[in-house]
Structures are given as C-alpha cells and as structure tokens.
C-alpha cells in the first residue's frame, strides 16, 4: 500500500519536457440536416478527443504524417477521413455523417436487457457501448442474444459512470441498466473505454468502462416522437424527447418519457408494462462555471419466464416452455412478476479553471426498490408444474425403469391437460379453502421478495494538460450505501393467515420453539397480506477511492501509468432476531474493512500514423462483493468463511491499422484470478433447507484473441468480420463450504475439484460476417454470427468426494456422469436490417426494420446451469436418481422483429 501511495504522489508532480505537437482540426455535421454532431468521438492513431456543442474539434496528434481519423457516435455511421499533417495543423473541413440504425431503433439496448430471466439481467452489458473500434461495435450487436461477454469478465468487472458519478450496484457490483431503459434518447452520448486502456473518467478496470454524459446543453437540439413495434419481451413502446439546446439566456432544458408495453412477449405467460422519465436542466454561469440537475427513473412490471429440464422441453415440443404461469378463471397469470423503481438525482458541477484545466463534481442520490414474487407453501406439495417429482423422468431411477405406465400417464396429462404442465392456481386456492375450513393456515401464498436501496455518491475529478505531451487525470469517488432486504405477504390465495415460523426447522426441531421462530421478537406472528415476515435485514456500505493517471505522447511512442488506492466498510443490521442464531442475527453487527489498489501502465509504439502497437498491464486486488460476504444474511451476521480480497494480474497486446478503406484490431490477452470466491445458494429437497456453499481460494485464467476488420469494397458497401476465440478455466481446486439454514447438520469443509473445468456464462467462440450499404439515406445490414465452446456452469458440489463417496470403482460410468461438464451444441444466426432517412423540409423521418435470428434457429442454447441438489438415497450415503436433477436451460429466442417509426422536428 506505501507503494501504490508513493506511486500517486509521484503521478502528480513528475513531469517532462515538452515536446512538439501537431493538431487536425474540423467540423462534424449531421449529413442530412446539416446541424453540428455533439459529443462525437474523434479519434486518430492512439489519440481521441469529443466535439462541442458547434461539432468542432481539435485532436492533438503527436508527429507529421498519414493519419485516418475516425468519427463515432451513436446513430450515425462510423465514418473514416484520410488526412496529411505536415507543419502545425491539418484542417478536414466538415465531416458529414449519414445517419444510421441506433440501438433504440433497433430494440437491441434495452429488449435484450429486459429479457424476462431474472439470471440474465445483466449479463449483456456490451450492447450498450459504442465505439470506433470494429470488434467492440460489432460484438455488442450482433453477440448479445447469446450473452457473449468480452474475455469472459462477468459483468461486475465493467465500471459504469453517469456524469462521472460510479453507479454499479452496491451489492452485486452490476450496472443495473435497466434503471434507465427507455431513456434511449437522452443515454445517446458517452465515452467508453475499452479494457484497461487509460481514459479521462475513470482507472478503468477488465471489462472497461463506459461514461454517459446527460447534462442538457449536450443533447440534440429539437423534438423526437417515436413509435415502436415488436414482438420481444414487450410489444409496442413510444417515446418522446425535448431538448432546448444551450438558449441565449444560457439555459439549457431537456424532458424525454417514454411508455413499454406487452399482454404477452415472445416467451408465452410473460409481461411488460414500464414507463420512464428524465429531466435535465443546466445553467452556464459563465466561461468557466456551469451547474446541471439530472433526474429520472424507469418503473418497470413484468412478468419472468424461468429455465427448464430438456425433458421438459422434448415432451411439449417447445423449447420456450415457461413454468412461472397458469390459468386463473381463464386469464393467464404469472407467479413469478418482477417489480423496480429507483430513481436517480445527479447534481454536477463543470469548473474549467483555464484552458487546460477542469474540474467536474457531482452530488448524487438514489433510491427505490425492487420485488420479484414467488410462490411459497406450508405442509403441502410443491406448486410448480416442472417440479422433478412431477415429471415423467422421475418414474425412472438408474438403472431400471420403475413404473413405465404410470410415465406414460403423467405424459399424457402433461400434454393434454393445462393445468397438469401450468400453474394450477384453482387447485391451490382450492386448497386454502379447506386449510380455513380447518381453521388452519395458508397451505400456499404469494411472497414479493424486496430490496430497498438508497445511495449516496459524491465524486470529483480533475483533467489537466500539464504540456503538449502529458496530461493528468485523477479523482476521488465517495459513496453510501443502505439495502434493506426483506419479504412482505403479496397475496394470501383466498386463506385466512400465515404463521412466520420457518417450516424447515419446524421439521427438524420440532421439540425446539427457539429454532423455528423468524423473529424471536414477535413469536408465532400471524402474518396478513402486505406484513413482513420470514426475513428483514439492511446491509451498510462504505466506500471510498482516490485514482491518478498520467499519460506522455511523443512522435514515436506513448505511454501511461496510473493506479488507485481504495477502502471500504461494510455491516450488516438485523431487524429480526432469528432462531437459528440468536446471537449475531439481530442489530448492528461488527464493521468489517477492507482495503485495496490498483496500477495500471501502458506503452503504444506507432509504426506510423495510420498503424500502430498497444501494450497495456494492470494489477489489482478487489474485496468479496457485499451480496457474498454473509453466509446467509437472512439468518445470520456470520461471514463467508475463508473469504478474502481476488488478486489480479492482467495484460493485452494489440496491433491496430486504420487506413480509408480498412481498419481493424488484433488482440492478445490474459487475465489472471487468484483467490476468487463467490457464494451459492440452493434449496435441498432432502434436508428441506436452503443450503449456501462458499468457494474460496478459486483460480481462474482468462486468455484468447480478438480481431476484427472492416473493409470498404466500395464507397458504399462494406463487409465486416469479427473473430473471439477464448480459453476460461478454472485452474486450481478451491475450497468448499457448505452452511445449512435450519442447523440440522454442521459445516462442512472440503476441496472442490475444479481444475481444468470451463468457466460457464457466454460462448469462448464468436464470430462474425456481415455487409454493411449506405446510399441516399437508404441503410441495409445482413450479419451471419457463429458460436461454439458453450459450456454449461457448473455445480460445485458434483465434484467434491462426498457426492461421490459410497460409489464403486466398477461404476466409473455414474461418476463420469456427476463429474464431467456438458458442452453445449454451438450454432449459428442471421440477422439483417433496412432502414430509410427522409427529409421533408425541417422535418425528419426514420424508418427502421430489423429480423434477428431470421432463420428462426430454436436450438441455440444461450445458457443453463447444472442442478445444485443431487438425489441421494434415504441413508444419504448414495447417490440415487441421476435423472432427478438434470441440468436447466434458456434457449436464443427465434425469429424476432423490431420496427421503428422515429420523427423529429
């Protein structure tokens, strides 16, 4: 840690003589109305730089020479424009940009982070970037329907910044985009890095970072309606957006809102209803002082669709089965409906103190909650239709079949009768009825599982060009975080009551009334529709991080080197004292510390202007997230044992080339992880209770390749191809240990044997061709995607001793079958798009249609994950069934559409 502080202190105050620099100067214009493009990306060899609100820029380039300078942003066509510095500066005049497909336009930016699977929320972060670089933008499209995540990273590894304010989830570490869905309009401008490649925002870290700028004097001026049509997870969506500009009063307001809506998606029995908003306003004091207020929110209500068994699946012909829904008085209804409201308020403050020097600052706020219902019983059969139990596979035990007639009836019934392979909610309310008959509790209810979160963040940053060939960028982030954790009755099922004790212990414990009680505070509550009950618990945070970096340019070579230092605190506060630990499970529990860093340095060597080489390292340590430092948090105070801070070693090595008619990148990298841990939570039908295993001192390494290239064949079609090959494994044993909620069996300790098994969650294998035409504001894309090495995640607990102790050695077979990881089938999709920009007088039309997945290729499996629970015999020496619990699946939508009407006037 002294080494990383000394290491700071020296980034701000070392510094080299300067050098001469050279400049290329221009215009960025909209091609059809001729208004100036804000907020573009202007990049050339290893240099970059954002247009003002008059579309000028000034790119510094470090020697004379070939250059080709490239123009990004989103809804616009990336555009290339060859230039020659010789002495001083290169002028290309004004760069016209022919308006393209944008990521609203085409439903990819929000539908897809909408999907209905809670597991997928956000595991398709890249198609929200946008960028000059051919891969990264091909990627982000064209990937996300198979959850492809670059290198592998899970999405907690992508910083995600708004005004600069750090806004990933102060548990799960995730950017929750879907905080702002249907805000595409006014989300349009943002810089992203890629990697851990150096940026003006922020250290950066693996997966890169992304910084929206929303402050209201840099949104496009005027008014846009929209209307979209689909067939995703919703099914009509209209949106409307004002902006003022920047009026002579130095004012500048921006108001944008938009309504998503959906009776059923793609996946039948779900539902979309959302709604969002955004207000923007700023006022520029002067040349150097300006102050801007951003708010907005995205309230969202959907119903979720669930993974199932390929038994299920192959048995109704349809491999989009959902078993969150059934018929109630002849109306679909979904058990399983997801609710989110948190709004966000950002005020920010710009400085520019001279001409080489700003500062920006931002107080922001958050708050609201989220809630996903799902189905719970007392003394009564489990409710969902594809419980194992329940399937005509369960009818047969390894290795003999046991009652094929009654497999075949269960068949029939699955196939005939909709409230056999639904949700039978008239049985269940049946059932109450009888339960209060009996004066007895709720055999089955409604539960709505919350998390309520505020958050406060307060950040500034400073950006200083020292001379013409250094530049500083350092800040200090500051944040608060409170998430209240806790369950309320939604829907009693026509009973009476229910009892908040916890039926898992009752079974086990009968004799101990301590045990079974969820709140020794309030024994044997009964608990009526709207209460709390079962758990309620708030987890506290504190984080703090100061970050510098410096970069160097000259002729030949550049180079930088940055690092972080970090602390964080974090408690748990229980508000129910629970029987299963009535020592740490209510009140303030003990603070926990945590301290970290980050060093990062880079070195690019340019052949010339036009192509050149990148080298970047990078070293760092990161603390458990917030959501895995508690065992149980339900129940207890008591940390994951074992856990400890992942160190991280990570380096990439590029070759770039960027000429008028190509450019492209090739990529080498590897990334490792060293005690990683991470914490699971299942349910076990045995034992009847939630058990949570711990993995500690996991390793893991990250390595493969990326290219990518884009080629003009002519000034107006051009062919794109895009290759990753990655290699993710799990490289050593780690530890496992396994906690049971009730307390009926201790701890337990032992090695994982991972080594050498596959890190499951995206394809290692993606690639990309496609064709790209532009003339007269008429656009048409046809891309063909290919995936391949898509393994399924594993389950830890397959490949401990125990799962396998009783077995023989003659039964190699069954424990091939526990231990072995399942490779899914690869596949490929074909998606095209056309679209159509028309001018009428000052008026505007955008017309955009696009077919993902046009061959309607259902057998894609994007993703799955193996049972946790494995049936053993009545002993529990044994495994027993191993067709009990198969692995679970999600499968790639098929063909799907999206059609956009925009006008903007």
């Known amino acids: 840690m002294k080494f990383i502080y000394t290491l700071l202190i020296s980034l701000l105050f070392f510094s080299?003589?300067?050098?001469?620099?050279?400049?290329?100067?221009?215009?960025?214009?909209?091609?059809?109305?001729?208004?100036a493009v804000s907020q573009a990306k202007v990049e050339a060899a290893s240099k970059q730089t954002l247009t003002g609100a008059d579309g000028r820029f000034v790119l510094e380039v470090s020697s004379a020479g070939d250059y080709t300078v490239i123009v990004t942003v989103d809804g616009y066509e990336v555009t290339s424009v060859p230039v020659k510095v010789t002495n001083g500066a290169a002028d290309i005049g004004k760069v016209s940009l022919k308006p393209s497909i944008t990521q609203s336009e085409s439903g990819l930016a929000e539908i897809t982070l909408s999907g209905e699977s809670d597991d997928k929320d956000q595991a398709v972060s890249g198609v929200l970037h946008s960028s000059g670089d051919v891969f990264t933008n091909t990627a982000s499209y064209s990937f996300s329907s198979m959850f492809f995540k670059e290198r592998g990273y899970d999405s907690e590894y992508e910083n995600v910044y708004i005004e600069g304010v750090p806004i990933n989830d102060g548990e799960s570490g995730r950017a929750v985009y879907g905080e702002w869905g249907g805000l595409n309009d006014v989300f349009r401008n943002r810089e992203f890095l890629n990697g851990i490649e150096p940026g003006r925002f922020s250290i950066g870290t693996l997966g890169g970072s992304t910084n929206f700028t929303t402050r209201a004097s840099k949104q496009r001026k005027g008014s846009k309606f929209s209307y979209a049509l689909s067939n995703r997870s919703y099914t009509n969506r209209v949106m409307f957006t004002y902006s003022t500009g920047l009026k002579q009063n130095n004012w500048a307001f921006t108001v944008s809102g938009s309504r998503r809506w959906g009776n059923e998606g793609y996946v039948e029995g779900t539902f979309y209803d959302g709604y969002a908003y955004f207000v923007g306003a700023e006022k520029k004091f002067n040349s150097r002082h300006s102050l801007a207020l951003t708010a907005y929110a995205s309230p969202t209500k959907r119903g979720m669709s669930s993974a199932s068994t390929q038994e299920v699946y192959d048995m109704l012909n349809n491999n989009y089965y959902n078993s969150s829904w059934g018929y109630q008085n002849g109306d679909k209804r979904n058990s399983r409906i997801k609710t989110s409201n948190e709004p966000m308020i950002i005020?920010?403050?710009?400085?520019?103190?001279?001409?080489?020097?700003?500062?920006?600052?931002?107080?922001?706020?958050?708050?609201?909650?989220?809630g996903s219902t799902a189905l719970n019983w007392y003394n009564a059969r489990d409710p969902r239709p594809d419980y194992y139990r329940s399937l005509p596979g369960y009818q047969s035990s390894y290795p003999d079949p046991v009652d094929p007639v009654l497999s075949q009836t269960i068949t029939n019934q699955w196939l005939t009768d909709p409230s056999v392979r639904q949700i039978n909610w008239n049985g269940l309310y049946q059932a109450n009825y009888l339960s209060n008959l009996e004066g007895k509790q709720a055999n089955y209810i409604l539960e709505n599982n919350i998390t309520s979160t505020n958050q406060w963040y307060l950040n500034s940053r400073l950006n200083k060009q020292i001379n013409d060939n250094s530049t500083l960028n350092g800040g200090i982030e500051l944040s608060h975080y409170?998430?209240?954790?806790?369950?309320t009755l939604d829907d009693l099922l026509g009973s009476n009551y229910w009892v908040d004790i916890d039926q898992y212990s009752q079974r086990d414990f009968q004799a101990d009334t301590i045990k079974l009680q969820n709140d020794l505070k309030n024994p044997d509550r009964i608990i009526k529709k709207g209460d709390r009950f079962g758990y309620d618990y708030d987890l506290y945070s504190n984080n703090?991080?100061?970050?510098?970096?410096?970069?160097?340019?000259?002729?030949?070579?550049?180079?930088y080197i940055g690092g972080s230092i970090s602390a964080n605190q974090y408690w748990r506060y229980g508000n129910m004292m629970n029987g299963r630990d009535t020592l740490t499970s209510y009140h303030k529990s003990e603070v926990h510390s945590n301290f970290n860093y980050s060093i990062k340095a880079g070195y690019t060597y340019k052949i010339s202007g036009r192509h050149y080489v990148t080298i970047n390292v990078a070293s760092m340590t990161r603390s458990p997230l917030l959501r895995d430092a508690y065992i149980s948090p339900r129940t207890t105070a008591k940390l994951s044992p074992g856990m400890t801070d992942v160190r991280i070693l990570s380096g990439d090595i590029s070759y770039v080339f960027r000429y008028p008619n190509l450019n492209g990148r090739f990529t080498l990298y590897q990334?490792?992880?060293?005690n990683y841990s991470e914490l699971l939570r299942f349910y076990d039908d045995d034992l009847r209770t939630f058990v949570n295993m711990s993995l500690t001192n996991e390793d893991r390494v990250h390595q493969g390749f990326e290219f990518g290239a884009e080629a003009k064949l002519m000034s107006n079609l051009s062919i794109v191809g895009v290759f990753a090959y990655g290699n993710y494994r799990y490289t050593n044993r780690p530890t496992g240990t396994r906690n049971y909620d009730n307390g009926s069996l201790p701890d337990t300790t032992e090695v994982v044997y991972l080594k050498n098994f596959f890190v499951g969650g995206s394809p290692q294998i993606a690639s990309s061709l496609g064709l790209h035409y532009n003339k007269n504001y008429w656009f048409f894309d046809l891309n063909a995607n290919f995936y391949d090495k898509i393994w399924l995640d594993v389950n830890p607990q397959r490949r401990t001793t125990s799962t396998i102790h009783g077995l023989l050695p003659s039964e190699s077979d069954i424990i091939k079958t526990l231990s072995q990881q399942q490779q899914l089938d690869g596949g490929m999709t074909l998606d095209a798009s056309i679209g159509k920009s028309i001018r009428i007088n000052s008026y505007f039309l955008n017309i955009n249609f696009s077919i993902s997945n046009l061959l309607d290729n259902q057998k894609l499996i994007s993703g799955g994950y193996e049972q946790s629970r494995i049936d053993f015999n009545t002993a529990g020496n044994r495994v027993e069934n191993l067709n009990a619990f198969p692995p679970k699946y999600y499968y790639a939508y098929g063909r799907t559409y999206f059609l956009n009407i925009g006008f903007r006037f």
Do not use: R
């Open 482 to 487: 409170k998430g209240s954790h806790y369950k």
């Open 544 to 559: 703090a991080t100061l970050w510098a970096l410096k970069q160097y340019s000259f002729p030949k070579q550049d180079y």
């Open 671 to 674: 990334t490792v992880f060293h």
């Open 16 to 35: 080299v003589p300067s050098w001469a620099q050279f400049s290329i100067t221009g215009q960025v214009l909209d091609g059809l109305t001729g208004s």
């Open 347 to 370: 005020l920010s403050e710009y400085w520019t103190i001279d001409e080489k020097t700003t500062v920006t600052s931002s107080l922001a706020y958050s708050f609201g909650k989220s």
